[in-house]
């Protein structure tokens, strides 16, 4: 989480929203294959885990990786516009600044994941 927030603080810096949270979740039986760190630098590995396979308890490994993800927009006059627009006929719009961008994914991300 908290390098999630180092990222979309980063954004929000650059005017920069419209993105999403992609978590990779990959099962591992063999317990031979390493994922590279360069193509996967928020990775981490739940080493020896059980796991019901067709009704059978097996021994895995599980990797999890995540990353901000999506077509970066710039907050720029059309957002803005947008942003009033919406905001007219909608509780909770989608195009909001960047700030409340970040803050407002920053908080759905932390519901999702469940960690501080």
């Given at each position: 989480?908290?390098?999630?927030?180092?990222?979309?603080?980063l954004?929000?810096?650059?005017?920069?929203?419209?993105?999403?949270?992609?978590?990779?979740?990959?099962?591992?039986?063999?317990?031979?294959?390493?994922?590279?760190?360069?193509?996967?630098?928020?990775c981490?590995?739940?080493?020896?885990?059980?796991?019901?396979?067709?009704?059978?308890p097996?021994?895995?490994?599980?990797?999890?990786?995540?990353?901000?993800?999506?077509?970066?927009?710039?907050?720029?006059?059309?957002?803005?516009?947008?942003?009033?627009?919406?905001?007219?006929?909608?509780?909770?719009?989608?195009?909001?600044h960047?700030?409340?961008?970040?803050?407002?994914?920053v908080?759905?991300?932390?519901?999702?994941?469940?960690?501080?």
């Open positions: 989480m908290e390098q999630l927030k180092c990222d979309t603080s954004l929000s810096k650059h005017n920069l929203m419209d993105y999403s949270l992609l978590i990779f979740l990959q099962y591992d039986l063999s317990r031979i294959i390493e994922l590279p760190k360069d193509n996967f630098p928020y981490f590995v739940q080493k020896d885990m059980e796991v019901q396979l067709e009704g059978e097996q021994i895995m490994n599980r990797y999890v990786c995540f990353g901000i993800i999506d077509y970066l927009t710039n907050f720029n006059l059309l957002k803005v516009m947008e942003e009033k627009i919406k905001n007219t006929y909608q509780h909770n719009p989608s195009a909001v960047p700030q409340l961008y970040m803050k407002r994914f908080n759905q991300c932390h519901k999702v994941v469940g960690t501080n």
